[in-house]
Nanobody
Framework: QVQLVESGGGLVQPGGSLRLSCAAPGSIFSIATMGWYRQAPGKQRELVATITSGSSTNHADSVKGRFTISRDNAKNTVYLQMNSLKPEDTAVYYC?????????WGQGTQVTVSS
């Protein structure tokens, strides 16, 4: 278990933007696959996007063209840039780190899209 520090959630109007950040320990960040997942009330947690240590990315169909995952290895931080937000994007967003056979989760950050 490692500590992941998330930030950047909040309340935004439809069509707006937010950027989420997640910092991981430097000892594993460079070799880890980082990801963002979300869980809306009454629904299962779902994949939003992942990025490998080599910066290959995968985005869920529901966010393609609107969300972009990226990483800064110098800062041990992964980002999720969210544009053109919709009310259905409202959820708790969780950062995830995977390295070898290990995985760990952040505490979650609330994103609410509402007018």
């Amino acid at each position: 278990q490692v500590q992941l520090v998330e930030s950047g959630g909040g309340l935004v109007q439809p069509g707006g933007s937010l950027r989420l950040s997640c910092a991981a320990p430097g000892s594993i960040f460079s070799i880890a696959t980082m990801g963002w997942y979300r869980q809306a009330p009454g629904k299962q947690r779902e994949l939003v996007a992942t990025i490998t240590s080599g910066s290959s990315t995968n985005h869920a169909d529901s966010v393609k063209g609107r969300f972009t995952i990226s990483r800064d290895n110098a800062k041990n931080t992964v980002y999720l840039q969210m544009n053109s937000l919709k009310p259905e994007d409202t959820a708790v967003y969780y950062c995830n780190v995977q390295w070898f056979s290990n995985t760990s989760w952040g505490q979650g950050t609330q994103v609410t899209v509402s007018s």
